[in-house]
């Protein structure tokens, strides 16, 4: 006989939060379990009257122990309504990108009702990022949605590292091909005409921070004849960017080769636009927190910093906005009068008012009267539905 269906019933204050659209359930929020349920198996959350308040995905390993799928009327997660889901999140990006960008997130995990996924495209290239072991049982049912709905040549699979150990009993592997051929090289994608390299098998994230595709238009409306400094560069997203925007000379400061020799690459790819074949570029590879405190002094005329998450966890918060504000310190001690400085952060425990403030205040005690150019928040291919996931936030200013 099949297992009956598994049914959790779930605190007041869980209930009200799921009631407003938060993605979640928590293990210490279930006051009744009908049996022990499975990684992976749909899990029905019933409210305190005993109505059908949300299905998701139960995850017997983690403190999010279900990640909803669904919730509002009652609803059967059968062949079409997983067909219909994916055919709505991709709608949702339609019309955003034009043959010049090939590269976008197709899905942005619980934003899209997606929870613990990403699903990058490159190209003819499809990367699946798995936050949670959930998702192993439904491989090959998605692996076969994305046939139906999404033209592609190849699917890799990625895994956040937490994940990797229990993959490996499924026989999964991060960076996997679970469709089409191993690429020989990392897979070449277009951003705004720009090409790129995506090391899609073993790069950061996917293979590109695909979240910074409007920041780094906006470098390239403000980069003409200016010196620039891209500290964290990574691949040199930003930099070919201001290149073409007529940037005098170019600096990728990062502590990675592998990411500075992408860079040169991604350089070379892009030598027929007349602006990026003049661009003098260079590489430095440095901790950043270092170099820049002991680079000469105004010798810039653009400075974007964009660091790794400062904050993996809410205890970091404090220490966060004090290391933004002092890279922001010695970013603007870098720059020439009338310099740009570019400053962007993507910790979700540090807000955008306060990350904003504390460049704001940078700033400020260098120039008091500085011009605020623009503030962004994330762009339409990386929505945030809930609280916990606005993380990107970047801002320009001019001394
Ligand atoms: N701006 C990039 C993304 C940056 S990701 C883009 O547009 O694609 C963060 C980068 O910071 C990574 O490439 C990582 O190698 C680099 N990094 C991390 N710690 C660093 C440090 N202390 N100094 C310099 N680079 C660092």
Same mark, same amino acid.
């Given at each position: 006989?099949?297992? %009956?269906?598994? !049914?959790?019933? @779930?605190?007041?204050?869980? *209930?009200?939060?799921?009631?407003?659209?938060h993605?979640?359930?928590?293990?210490?929020?279930? #006051?009744?379990?009908? !049996?022990?349920?499975?990684?992976?198996?749909?899990?029905?959350?019933?409210?305190?009257?005993? +109505?059908?308040?949300?299905?998701?995905?139960?995850?017997?390993?983690?403190?999010?122990?279900?990640?909803?799928?669904?919730s509002?009327?009652?609803q059967?997660?059968?062949?079409?309504?997983?067909? *219909?889901?994916?055919?709505?999140?991709?709608?949702?990006?339609?019309?955003?990108?034009?043959?010049?960008?090939?590269?976008?997130?197709?899905?942005?995990?619980?934003?899209?009702?997606?929870?613990?996924?990403?699903?990058?495209?490159?190209?003819?290239?499809?990367?699946?990022?798995?936050?949670?072991?959930?998702?192993?049982?439904?491989?090959?049912?998605?692996?076969?949605?994305?046939?139906?709905?999404?033209?592609h040549? +190849?699917?890799?699979?990625?895994?956040?590292?937490?994940?990797?150990?229990?993959?490996?009993?499924?026989?999964?592997?991060?960076?996997? /091909?679970?469709?089409? /051929?191993? $690429?020989?090289?990392?897979?070449?994608?277009?951003?705004?005409?720009?090409?790129?390299?995506?090391?899609?098998i073993?790069g950061?994230?996917?293979?590109?921070?695909?979240?910074?595709r409007?920041? +780094?238009?906006?470098?390239?409306?403000?980069?003409?004849?200016?010196?620039?400094?891209?500290?964290?560069?990574?691949?040199?997203?930003?930099?070919?960017?201001?290149?073409?925007?007529?940037?005098?000379?170019?600096?990728?400061?990062?502590? %990675?080769?592998?990411?500075?020799?992408?860079?040169?690459?991604?350089?070379?790819?892009?030598?027929?636009?007349? $602006?990026?074949?003049?661009?003098?570029?260079?590489?430095?590879?440095?901790?950043?927190? @270092?170099?820049?405190?002991?680079?000469?002094?105004?010798?810039?005329?653009?400075?974007?910093?964009?660091?790794?998450?400062?904050?993996?966890?809410?205890?970091?918060?404090?220490?966060?906005?004090?290391?933004? %504000?002092?890279?922001?310190?010695?970013?603007?001690?870098?720059?020439?009068?009338?310099?740009?400085?570019?400053?962007?952060?993507?910790?979700?425990? /540090?807000?955008?008012?306060?990350?904003?403030?504390?460049?704001?205040?940078?700033?400020?005690?260098?120039?008091?009267?500085?011009?605020?150019?623009?503030? %962004?928040?994330?762009?339409?291919?990386? $929505?945030?539905?809930?609280p *916990?996931?606005?993380?990107?936030?970047?801002?320009?200013? #001019?001394?």
């Open positions: 006989m099949p297992p %009956s269906r598994l !049914r959790l019933h @779930i605190s007041q204050k869980a *209930e009200t939060a799921i009631r407003g659209g993605p979640w359930l928590f293990a210490d929020s279930i #006051r009744e379990q009908n !049996r022990p349920g499975e990684t992976g198996e749909l899990a029905i959350l019933y409210d305190r009257k005993d +109505r059908f308040l949300a299905v998701g995905l139960f995850d017997d390993g983690s403190p999010i122990r279900v990640r909803l799928l669904h509002g009327k009652p059967n997660l059968d062949d079409t309504w997983w067909k *219909e889901h994916l055919r709505q999140t991709l709608a949702k990006r339609e019309g955003l990108f034009d043959a010049e960008t090939t590269g976008w997130r197709c899905c942005h995990g619980e934003n899209d009702r997606w929870p613990g996924l990403v699903l990058d495209r490159y190209d003819a290239t499809l990367v699946l990022k798995l936050y949670t072991a959930a998702w192993f049982p439904w491989l090959d049912k998605l692996s076969a949605l994305l046939t139906e709905l999404i033209p040549e +190849r699917l890799v699979l990625r895994l956040s590292r937490n994940i990797r150990e229990k993959a490996a009993q499924s026989h999964l592997d991060d960076g996997q /091909v679970l469709r089409g /051929v191993i $690429p020989e090289r990392p897979v070449i994608f277009k951003e705004t005409g720009l090409r790129f390299e995506s090391d899609v073993r950061q994230k996917t293979g590109f921070f695909l979240d910074q409007e920041n +780094r238009r906006h470098v390239e409306k403000l980069s003409a004849g200016r010196r620039t400094l891209n500290a964290f560069s990574f691949s040199g997203g930003f930099s070919l960017y201001a290149a073409r925007g007529g940037a005098a000379s170019v600096t990728d400061l990062d502590i %990675s080769s592998h990411a500075l020799e992408n860079a040169h690459r991604n350089f070379e790819l892009n030598r027929d636009c007349p $602006p990026i074949a003049r661009c003098q570029h260079e590489t430095v590879q440095a901790d950043a927190f @270092i170099w820049l405190k002991e680079a000469p002094r105004k010798t810039f005329d653009l400075v974007i910093l964009d660091p790794p998450s400062l904050a993996k966890r809410e205890t970091e918060r404090a220490d966060a906005i004090n290391a933004y %504000s002092f890279l922001a310190r010695q970013g603007l001690a870098l720059l020439r009068p009338n310099g740009i400085l570019a400053a962007a952060s993507c910790s979700a425990h /540090v807000s955008a008012g306060e990350f904003f403030n504390a460049i704001r205040a940078a700033a400020q005690d260098i120039q008091p009267r500085f011009h605020e150019i623009q503030t %962004s928040l994330q762009p339409p291919d990386h $929505p945030a539905a809930f *916990e996931a606005h993380y990107l936030k970047c801002i320009f200013l #001019r001394l």
